[in-house]
């Protein structure tokens, strides 16, 4: 990937993804690139979810995509990981765009939590714990581009 100016953001909404064994969890960023909000699920199964995530990333006009990288809480990479990791490459090579991988740690454990905290429960909470899931991973890598961000004019 090239290298930016000093000073000029990237631009466009990011795709913020939490992959799951039934459904990927959805999430997109603002334009300036500092919130993360849930919009939705897409079922897994190639190719169909390709093409879903495609038809978001025209919809929403992402010019990048996060993926959440499940990793053990020692670090280590195991299957779902290796799983994130090929989905990552697919879409790279399918939407041609650029695909960063995000550790997802604890990241469905934090959902879980604020949707406890908002009283959501049963049949409600599984059908939206998945984009909670994708809107952490994707806050997450953006506070962490946030902090490289030059203040606003």
């Known amino acids: 990937m ?29 334009d300036a690139r500092r919130l993360a909000v849930p919009i939705g699920t897409v079922r897994t199964g190639a190719p169909q979810d390709m093409k879903a995530i495609a038809a978001l990333v025209e919809e929403h006009g992402a010019t990048e995509i996060v993926v959440g990288l499940p990793l053990s809480l020692s670090g280590r990479e195991g299957e779902a990981a290796d799983h994130a990791r090929r989905f990552a490459d697919a879409l790279r090579g399918f939407l041609g765009l650029t695909v ?44 962490a581009r ?4 030059p203040p606003d004019p």
């Open 2 to 30: 090239a290298e930016r100016e000093p000073g000029v953001r990237p631009c466009g909404r990011v795709l913020g993804l939490d992959l799951g064994q039934a459904r990927i969890g959805v999430a997109i960023s603002d």
């Open 100 to 143: 960063h991988l995000q550790d997802e740690r604890l990241s469905t454990v934090e959902a879980g939590g604020s949707l406890r905290r908002g009283n959501v429960t049963g049949r409600a909470r599984r059908e939206v714990i998945d984009q909670v899931a994708a809107t952490v991973i994707l806050q997450s890598w953006l506070d």
């Open 146 to 149: 946030g902090r490289d961000r």
